[in-house]
Every structure is written in C-alpha cells, then in structure tokens.
Nanobody
Framework: QVKLVESGGGLVQAGGSLRLSCAAS????????MAWFRQAPGKEREIVAQ????????SYVDSVKGRFTIYRDNAESTVYLQMNSLKPEDTAVYYC???????????WGQGTQVTVSS
C-alpha cells in the first residue's frame, strides 16, 4: 500500500506562488496516474490536476488552467503542484491521490492547507 504525505502549503497573498509536494512510499508509485485534489471549507473535494504515470500527459480543471502545473519525479516517488497567480478562491486543503474523489486508490493523507489572502 502506498502512503501519501503532502507538504508545502501556507499563507500567501493573492498573486503569489506556492509549490506543493506529495511524497509517496511504496515501489509501485511510478505505475499510477496521480492527481491533486482540494477541498474548500463547506465544499466537496474536487480534482484539480492529473498526471499520467510517465508525466507525458496532464489535465487541469478549468479554474486553474494556465496557473497551476502538475509534474512528477518517479525516481523520488514525488508529485508536485506548482501554483502561480494564486487567488483567494484557491484557498483549500490540498491532497494527492490516484483514482477519483469517490473512489481513491490509496488512503487519503493529511493534506496541506493553502490559504490565499486578498
């Protein structure tokens, strides 16, 4: 079983940047499509970005296109989310996982809090 540990969140002003990291234990990490999800207060968890096993294909929710970049380092078993031009509406707890919100492949990690002030 893969264990996921997210980090890199924090408090940033609107327009700022953060880079999130998700470190995965387990030797099978590189074979999985991975994704970043987020959950804002009072809202359901949603997928933000996804990357295939090799990193050759990525996809993003419309609200973050052009601002966020997902990438991975399989040698380090880590997936990243570079977030630029942050907006207050990006405030949420961010999680990584594989699969879908309603059917994740692995147990959810603790997430990392991102707070964007206006």
């Amino acid at each position: 079983q893969v264990k996921l540990v997210e980090s890199g969140g924090g408090l940033v002003q609107a327009g700022g940047s953060l880079r999130l990291s998700c470190a995965a234990s387990g030797r099978t990490f590189s074979s999985y499509t991975m994704a970043w999800f987020r959950q804002a207060p009072g809202k359901e968890r949603e997928i933000v970005a996804q990357i295939n096993w090799s990193g050759s294909r990525t996809s993003y929710v419309d609200s973050v296109k052009g601002r966020f970049t997902i990438y991975r380092d399989n040698a380090e078993s880590t997936v990243y989310l570079q977030m630029n031009s942050l907006k207050p509406e990006d405030t949420a707890v961010y999680y990584c996982n594989s699969g879908k919100v309603e059917n994740p492949t692995f147990d959810w990690g603790q997430g990392t809090q991102v707070t964007v002030s206006s």
